[in-house]
């Protein structure tokens, strides 16, 4: 039998064992916000890496600001060195999950599986991931199969909250860097049949408009700060987004929907708050927060441009508009180069295993982003079991099929990406 029946015959045998890991990391509630369990959880995933064979080491995200007693923010990356030390293979997945929120039919931290899906918060967001990149390796292990490579396996802290104390942490310190780093596979659920190139970038801004306070009951005396909001959300709505949703980006965004630009109104408030006490004012503060989600044809700068563009227009029709606008967060779009060695290792994995493939990227960002920019490795993709949608949803699973499938494709991927042949 040659090395590609052997391995996918291990990953049969060992199927219970990862669906078994996977329910016992779903039982330790690794809630973000606020960070809980995180170092009895990267123990647990390292115990588990131990027994397979890597030599593991703990990274507490020492410098951060969210690294405290309360919450300690302990990342874990083992290694497991084959034949050579490169090429090296690098399979990240972050542990923490969202709050199980209501409408939950099964118990959120039960681990329950039933009619093939294993249930629970982190379930395909993203602990079942973890898993596959866990036994992938070791299903090459018991086939008796020495890598023309290394492989490495880490669990990190605060995807959801950013990553700046998990994946961005590890880069930063160069634990993760294009000089020992070839490859990053990114076990999101992002369907077990695409592989995900990338992302759409982000920038979040407030504005605030400002007015002048006069009485309530003449309010020609004032300026309404609130009138001026209205009037920049008018805009926006019979300007700025009938643009936005005629730009279509080339790369794959799932759903449709997110193929397009995006712009969101997170929040508003202005005036007096209306839950308390009254009096008789014209307002003269409003501020509103925006979420707007750019196009890699887009780019920062025209994104950012356009908006001030739009601001200076009221402001040129109307002379007391009054704004500030300020930059809350900006996240560049990423995408994986064309070509890239580690998109056809998972085409023909999954080729292989399921029969059919394709690209996606995320509507959303994840972890890609602090890999691609601040360790500068390239070649990265998220590939993983689970379907998108069903992350952070009340009764949240993912199928042990997907498990046992993306468990597979990894597998082979990292025969073919370290050269491992017969
Ligand atoms: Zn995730």
Same mark, same amino acid.
């Given at each position: ?231 920049? *959300? ?7 987004? =009938?643009?936005?949703?005629?730009? @279509?980006? +080339?790369?794959? $965004? /799932?759903? &449709? ?52 563009? *739009? ?7 109307? =002379?007391?508009?009054?704004?500030? @606008?300020? +930059?809350?967060? $900006? /996240?560049? &779009? ?89």
């Amino acid at each position: 039998m040659g090395h590609i029946d052997r391995v996918l015959e291990e990953v049969d045998a060992l199927a219970d064992e990862a669906v078994a890991f996977t329910t016992e990391m779903i039982r330790i509630p690794t809630v973000n916000p606020p960070g809980d369990l995180y170092e009895e959880c990267a123990r647990f995933i390292g115990q588990q890496l131990v027994e397979c064979g890597f030599d593991t080491e703990y990274y507490p995200a020492e410098g951060r600001p969210e690294h405290t007693v309360a919450h300690p923010r302990v990342n874990v990356v083992a290694t497991r060195r084959g034949r050579f030390d490169r090429p090296l293979v690098h399979l990240n997945g972050h542990f923490d999950v969202v709050p199980a929120g209501d409408g939950w039919t099964v118990d959120p931290w039960g681990g329950e599986v039933r009619d093939g899906r294993i249930y629970g918060r982190g379930s395909c967001d993203m602990k079942a991931g973890i898993a596959a990149a866990v036994f992938a390796s070791e299903a090459v292990r018991r086939a008796g199969i020495e890598l023309n490579g290394t492989v490495e396996v880490s669990g990190t802290v605060d995807e959801e909250s950013g990553g700046f104390a998990g994946v961005a942490w590890l880069a930063e310190h160069r634990r993760l860097s294009r000089d020992r780093t070839d490859y990053v596979i990114i076990p999101e659920p992002l369907y077990v049949d695409r592989i995900c190139i990338g992302h759409r970038g982000v920038y979040w801004f407030e504005v605030q408009t400002r007015g002048r306070i006069a009485h309530g009951s003449m309010p020609f005396h004032g300026v309404s700060a609130i009138d001026h909001m209205a009037l920049l *959300l008018d805009r926006v709505r019979s300007e700025l987004q =009938p643009k936005l949703a005629a730009r @279509i980006t +080339d790369i794959p $965004v /799932v759903p &449709p929907g997110a193929r397009h630009a995006t712009l969101n109104v997170n929040g508003i408030s202005g005036g007096q708050p209306v839950d308390g006490i009254q009096t008789p004012c014209v307002a003269d503060r409003c501020r509103a927060v925006f979420d707007r989600r750019f196009l890699l044809e887009e780019g920062f700068d025209a994104t950012k441009a356009e908006i001030i563009e *739009l601001l200076e227009g009221i402001r040129r029709d109307v =002379p007391d508009f009054q704004y500030h @606008i300020n +930059d809350l967060m $900006v /996240v560049h &779009p990423t995408r994986t180069p064309e070509g890239s060695p580690v998109v056809g290792a998972l085409e023909r994995a999954l080729n292989r295993v399921l029969g059919r493939s394709g690209l996606v990227a995320s509507p959303g960002t994840y972890d890609q982003k602090h890999v691609a920019r601040i360790a500068g490795v390239p070649h990265c993709v998220a590939y993983g079991p689970g379907i998108l949608d069903l992350a952070h949803q009340p009764d949240e699973y993912c199928d042990v099929a997907d498990l046992v499938a993306a468990t597979k494709v990894i597998a082979l991927a990292l025969l073919d990406l370290t050269g491992t042949h017969e």
